[in-house]
């Protein structure tokens, strides 16, 4: 069960970042200009590249979304005595 716990929010966290990629690409670059050195390069490049954060965002939205319809195609059967808080 943790498992599937952690592969759905991992799939809500892909889905929410590739949708912030692609509304607004250049300012999350921005946001991670920080590190060392290579990884402000990197970023600042992404930051010129908004097409390429863009893609990236749309490759998020999509993995994300396959990875949450793959968590609900069999869900797992409910025990008659597992009696847990939200189940």
Same mark, same amino acid.
């Given at each position: 069960?943790?498992?599937?716990?952690?592969?759905d929010?991992?799939?809500?966290? #892909?889905?929410?970042? +590739?949708?912030?990629?692609?509304?607004?690409?250049?300012?999350? /670059?921005?946001?991670?200009?920080?590190? %060392? !050195?290579?990884?402000?390069?990197?970023?600042?490049?992404?930051?010129?590249?908004p097409?390429? #954060?863009?893609?990236? +965002?749309?490759?998020?939205?999509?993995?994300?979304l396959?990875? /949450?319809?793959?968590?609900?195609?069999? %869900? !797992?059967p409910?025990?008659?005595?597992?009696?847990?808080?939200?189940?």
């Open positions: 069960m943790r498992a599937r716990r952690a592969k929010l991992i799939a809500a966290w #892909m889905i929410g970042n +590739g949708i912030l990629l692609l509304i607004a690409p250049r300012q999350r /670059a921005m946001l991670w200009v920080l590190g %060392p !050195e290579w990884l402000r390069n990197l970023a600042l490049w992404y930051a010129k590249h097409v390429v #954060m863009r893609l990236r +965002g749309a490759a998020g939205v999509g993995i994300g396959w990875v /949450a319809l793959r968590q609900y195609e069999d %869900p !797992e409910v025990e008659k005595g597992d009696r847990r808080w939200f189940a």
